[in-house]
């Protein structure tokens, strides 16, 4: 929560929670648990999820990782994966990352992923950079590609 405005509270993560249940139901996609495959630990979260942003929907992948298993590339592996997902399954054309501008861990992810800064915003009530990547620009390996390299 590093990067939120607060820590959420109880309520906060309950409003949270349905919004997320709501997407799920509404558009099939959402968070996915980011889980070790040598131990079946739950360490973050990374998926797809849309967004408004400046009056257009979008795409965005978002992702949280717990802060004793950040800087190991699991956000990255599981952003590529997302993004691969979105690019050849959904058929996406574009997606995005909202990244407040002070958050450079995750600025690092969007650019490893081939993402870039397109323009600068306020979303919901604080700046933030919109970083995208459109299909036709897309060089990232393929999942089963992702799945033979190690990490």
Known sequence: MRYYPKPFDREMVEKWIDRHRRNYAQHGLGLWAMVLKTTGEVIGDCGLIWQEV????????????????????????????????AFNVLG????ISLIRPENIPSRR???????????ETLWREIPHYIYAVQRSENKLLTTSNLRSREV
Request: hydrophobic residues 30%; charged residues 25%; glycine residues 8%.
């Open 54 to 85: 400046e009056g257009y929907q979008e795409l965005e992948i978002g992702y949280h990782v717990r802060r004793d298993q950040q800087m190991q590339g699991y956000a990255t592996e599981a952003a590529s994966a997302c993004q691969d997902y």
């Open 92 to 95: 996406s054309t574009r997606v």
């Open 109 to 119: 992810v969007a650019e490893k992923n081939g993402l870039k800064v397109v323009q």
